[in-house]
């Protein structure tokens, strides 16, 4: 199945500093999501991508569609205490299954 | 608008037992997609209903089984449980758009089940 990579693994940064991270694919995909997850709960939806280049904001979240189609990345400014969690990306292939990737662990200290 | 909720919360089984999870999808949605979630990773597609029949599967054994409701609530039936059948289990949903696509899935907080 589709292979979707994600890096950093997990990022220790200081608050209000700005965080990177993306997602690659060996496919191409329709749509890229953005998730957010904190422990012991389900995934909650932050973006929605559906066209390549396309640049979308959310609040302090910004993420781009990569123009290949296989990558996406999400930007998080201004980071806060609550912005800890587990970041996924998620690709759409155009069928009905969504691939998730491995995941960013962001850690936001004080 | 009421989100998606699944139950119980937790469960433990035994090896070679049978488990029955539910989910109400978010009003509004026809869609229900499960996942499975392994500790430290990320969720695995399982399957998904559209209209009361599977609409898409990943790569999980046929002892996997699933039913939609006319009301778009799903269940998820697992037989014959394994060790490594430990996980958290996500429902989703969605709706279908005009061109058949299934975009935003949105997913509820999930049933954490434990085989012994």
């Known amino acids: 199945g589709q292979q979707l990579n994600q890096s950093p693994q997990s990022m220790f940064i200081q608050e209000g500093e700005d965080v990177s991270m993306n997602c690659t694919s060996s496919s191409i995909f329709n749509t890229w999501l953005w998730y957010k997850q904190d422990p012991g709960e389900g995934p909650v939806l932050l973006i929605a991508l559906y066209k390549a280049g396309e640049l979308t904001s959310n609040g302090r979240l910004t993420a781009q569609f990569g123009i290949t189609r296989k990558d996406s990345f999400l930007n998080i400014s201004a980071s806060i205490p609550s912005d800890v969690g587990i970041y996924f990306c998620a690709g759409l292939p155009g069928a009905n299954n969504l691939f998730f990737g491995t995941g960013t662990r962001l850690t936001v200290i004080p | 608008e009421t989100g998606v909720t699944q139950s119980p919360t937790h469960l433990i089984k035994t090896r070679g037992q049978q488990v029955t999870l539910r989910c109400s999808s978010q009003s509004g949605h026809n869609t229900v997609s499960w996942y499975q979630q392994a500790l430290g990773q990320g969720p695995q597609f399982i399957f998904q209903?559209?209209?009361?029949?599977?609409?898409g599967r990943g790569n999980f054994p046929p002892r996997f089984s699933g039913l939609q409701f006319p009301n778009y609530s799903s269940e998820l039936n697992v037989n014959a449980l394994e060790l490594d059948d430990s996980a958290l289990y996500l429902c989703?949903?969605?709706?279908?758009?005009?061109?058949?696509?299934?975009?935003?899935?949105?997913f509820g907080p999930g049933t954490r089940l434990t085989v012994t």
């Open positions: 989703a949903s969605s709706t279908a758009g005009l061109a058949g696509l299934f975009y935003e899935q949105y």
């Open positions: 209903y559209y209209r009361e029949e599977e609409n």
